[in-house]
């Protein structure tokens, strides 16, 4: 089995988010079931040279965009046993930045369209295409219009991964046949509330829709998590489900991690105690009071459940616990989370930004890690922070919901809330408190959550079983 990943970013290349973990694991899980995958990404400036190093030149040849003939150079480079291709194109990649631009319908419909050329001229012809979010979602429409009745190509199918329906590549009507290259035929594909939407057009032509949890490919059947794509959603649920994201437990291992304070095993709690102990210092948080640290690494957007966070976080510290939070994004909370610092010296600890250094240290340093989500089509934080020991409260949403379950129940690796609601929210911390004192108790749930199998092994076989089924293999 043939598998071509398609997607905008991808780990250790470049990454603003989960994606590119995904991007990063999941080939490597999925060839260690025989099946043979290769990644595709953009050629970003942001790729470091160490990586550009590592790089080969392939070839180079023309895309068709519409009236344009665009320049497409593939370079490619092996790690870890997967081969990534990269699109180069200097006008469209060639900037400080990854996404953000005027004209990233443009970019991401090139992408999608160099995709697609790229196979004719690599040694690798996949069975499966497989797109990752509205960067690549035309890659199935240009599937369907352009591609399906040339030689070679037939027997290709597609697979659609939706990583979180809120961006969806909304753009204006008028961009599609200019900008994408959709013919005025095909236009009802896109065509979703007066606008184009990329994701959309993927929805209706792929061979398979999935999602990032089974709970997520349930929620967004519903409006009030589906952005405006339910109705669309509940007539493909005929080849929509979701398959839980799991982490690469060789990056993320207490045991081995080089950018933790100290190694630790679950037999070697102490060793977690002095890598809190580390942190609490770096920080400036009081350690010597022996009262829980909670964590929290996150984009400071609305649907991470920050609302809920602000609204009792003086209740929060009130029950004596101590908060370190890493994360960037809207202004309001960022200037939200430096005021708390500023009035709780001590007690609260923040850092604006994203420092995947910092992040590891706080997964592996703090006792409670605190995710209250609106949405989260999966979450890796919730995982990570299992795999150091570092005791998850959730909200019972998409993959924090198929990942964590409440220790009152009898497999417990976590604590959670049902409702939106911050007394909930703050019940279940006051849960974890109460436990955190109770020591014997609290070993044993730290050593469970550190026994629990987060790793990609099971979701690649649910892959492999989607893909068989296409493929009648
Ligand atoms: C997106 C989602 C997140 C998920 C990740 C990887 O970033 O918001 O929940 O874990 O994609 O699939």
């Known amino acids: 089995m043939k598998i071509l990943f398609a997607a905008s970013e991808a780990v250790p290349f470049i990454a603003s988010g989960g994606l590119a973990d995904v991007i990063g694991a999941l080939p490597k899980a999925l060839q260690a079931k025989k099946a043979e995958c290769r990644v595709i990404i953009p050629l970003y400036a942001g790729i470091k040279p160490e990586w550009r190093e590592k790089m080969r030149y392939v070839t180079n040849f023309p895309v068709q965009l519409g009236w344009r003939s665009l320049y497409c150079g593939i370079f490619e480079a092996v790690v870890d046993g997967v081969k990534y291709y990269f699109v180069d194109n200097e006008y469209y990649f060639k900037r400080d ?9 443009e970019r991401y419909a090139f992408f999608s369209k160099a ?3 790229t196979i004719k001229h690599i040694d690798f012809k996949p069975d499966i295409v497989h797109c ?9 429409v240009y599937y369907q219009l352009y591609y399906k009745y040339v030689a070679g190509y037939e027997r290709i ?3 659609f991964t939706i990583h979180n329906i809120q961006y969806q590549g909304k753009y204006g009507y008028e961009t599609m046949s200019e900008v994408m290259d959709i013919p005025p035929s095909a236009k009802s594909l896109l065509d979703y509330d007066g606008c184009a939407n990329m994701m959309k057009g993927a929805i ?7 999602t990032v949890s089974p709970t997520y490919a349930k929620e967004i059947l519903n409006p009030w998590y589906a952005h405006g794509l339910d109705y669309l959603l509940r007539s493909k649920q005929y080849k929509l489900c979701g398959i839980l994201n799991g982490i690469d437990n060789d990056q993320y291992n207490p045991q081995t991690d080089p950018l933790i304070y100290q190694n630790y095993t679950a037999d070697d709690l102490p060793g977690k105690e002095a890598n809190k102990k580390r942190l609490c210092e770096d920080m400036h948080l009081n350690y010597e009071d022996g009262t829980p640290l909670l964590g929290m690494v996150t984009r400071l957007v609305g649907h991470k459940g ?16 101590k908060i370190v939070l890493l994360g960037s994004g809207e202004y309001f909370y960022e200037s939200f989370f430096r005021e708390m610092a500023y009035r709780h010296p001590g ?3 923040v850092t604006i930004g994203f420092i995947p250094d910092l992040a590891r240290k706080i997964y592996a340093s703090s006792d409670l890690f605190l995710m209250p989500s609106k949405s989260e089509p999966c979450g890796l934080a919730q995982m990570i922070s299992l795999r150091y020991g570092t005791i998850p409260i959730v909200r019972e949403t998409g993959g924090l919901k198929d990942s964590i379950q409440d220790c009152g129940s009898l497999h417990g690796n976590g604590f959670t809330f049902q409702s939106y609601d911050a007394q909930d929210m703050l019940w279940a911390i006051t849960r974890a408190k109460d436990l955190f004192y109770d020591k014997p108790n609290w070993g044993n749930l730290v050593r469970y959550a550190m026994a629990y199998d987060c790793s990609w092994n099971r979701s690649a076989e649910s892959y492999m079983g989607l893909y068989r089924e296409l493929c009648n293999a």
């Open 97 to 105: 930045g990854v996404y953000g631009f005027y004209d990233d319908a």
């Open 115 to 117: 995709v697609l050329e």
């Open 132 to 140: 990752h979010d509205w960067q690549t979602a035309l890659v199935p």
């Open 157 to 159: 199918k597609t697979v």
């Open 204 to 210: 209706e032509v792929s061979d398979k829709v999935t």
């Open 306 to 321: 920050l609302d809920l966070v602000k609204y009792v976080f003086e209740d929060i510290l009130n029950r004596g616990i």
């Open 347 to 349: 007690q609260v600890a």
